[in-house]
């Protein structure tokens, strides 16, 4: 076997290598353009986040500057009498939502033939609800007490207590009441003695 060449210009097998170095190239050259796109793509986008940061930047230093404005235009006073107006109001409305008819059914089935109602104050308030002063006249005292004990027995009332008791110039027994109403709390009600 002849293992010389014998041709004037030997032949070297080049086009796989020139296909390869061309296939690579258009690779480097792909890759070259996905980045310089990319990087103009994200440049672009950094200049305009850049303009809306300074913007919004900017923007929140007028309203902070708005608000300190403001802020030193209002009066506490004014602060102080609108609220001091709502509250107010708030007491209208709950005493205008407060039930008179429910309250004087209530009596009406707790109380026993020898006692009498002659003035009912209440005052409502949010965190504790709505106590009740009522003043009664009874012949005696054990009438006074029956009729303390047939408030609590109508479950609208809690904790019914006397503040004050005397024996008025009639002779009949004048006691004060103080109880808690709970309106709608009435599950007794219906077996409180008359």
């Known amino acids: 076997m002849i293992r010389t060449n014998l041709s004037t210009r030997p032949f070297y097998n080049d086009r796989a290598v020139t296909v390869g170095l061309v296939v690579i190239a258009l690779v480097v050259a792909g890759a070259t353009a996905f980045n310089v796109t990319r990087l103009l793509r994200y440049s672009r986008s ?12 900017a923007r ?40 008179w008819t429910e309250l004087l059914n209530l009596f009406e089935t707790a109380l026993p033939p020898d006692v009498r109602i002659t003035s009912v104050r209440p005052r409502v308030d949010r965190k504790s609800g ?22 609590g027995k109508t479950g609208a009332f809690a904790g019914v207590r ?32 008359r």
């Open 60 to 99: 929140a230093a007028d309203l902070r500057g708005a608000a300190a404005q403001l802020r030193a235009t209002v009066d506490p006073r004014q602060i102080d009498a609108a609220s001091v107006q709502a509250r107010q109001a708030n007491d209208l409305i709950d005493r205008r939502t407060f039930s």
């Open 162 to 193: 006397p503040v004050e008791e005397h024996e008025n110039e009639q002779g009949m027994w004048e006691a004060s009441l103080e109880t808690v109403y709970t309106p709608g709390s009435t599950a007794g009600a219906a077996g409180a003695p």
């Open 130 to 151: 709505t106590t009740l002063e009522i003043t009664v006249i009874g012949r005696t005292v054990n009438d006074v007490g029956e009729f303390m004990q047939s408030l």
């Open 46 to 57: 950094d200049t305009r986040l850049t303009a809306q940061a300074e913007h919004d930047e």
